[in-house]
């Protein structure tokens, strides 16, 4: 099993970045995929997740309105869209996939690598 995240990079504030995570060795309609971040010197956070049951989307309160969470089964891929990115979205971001959609960062199945994104003011 592999997740795959990428996409990350330099923006400046109120730019976009669509991060992209793409998995292999699993089928993803049988997976919940959550997004979380880690900001240097600071915990893991949940950022958004896709429910496997209904597709349900759930986003963390500083990112509802500006991240939208895409999945694409047919590709095996789930794509988290940022848009109107502050420095304070400067962190770490994992996908994970889990039977679960969860906000807390453990216990997940699987782990992607992470991808780094970096707003600049």
């Known amino acids: 099993v592999q997740l795959q995240a990428s996409g990350g990079g330099l923006v400046q504030s109120g730019g976009s970045l669509t991060l992209s995570c793409k998995v292999s060795?699993?089928?993803?309609?049988?997976?919940?995929i959550n997004w979380f971040r880690q900001a240097p010197g600071k915990e893991r956070e949940g950022v958004s997740c896709t429910s496997k049951s209904d597709g349900s989307k759930y986003y963390e309160d500083s990112v509802k309105g500006r991240f939208t969470i895409v999945r694409d089964n047919a590709n095996k891929a789930v794509y988290l869209q940022m848009t109107s990115l502050n420095p304070e979205d400067t962190a770490v971001y994992y996908c994970?996939?889990?039977?679960?959609?969860?906000?807390?960062?453990?216990?997940?199945?699987?782990w992607g690598q992470g991808t780094l994104v970096t707003v600049s003011s």
């Open positions: 994970a996939a889990d039977e679960w959609c969860s906000m807390i960062p453990e216990p997940m199945d699987y």
């Open positions: 060795g699993l089928t993803l309609e049988a997976y919940s």
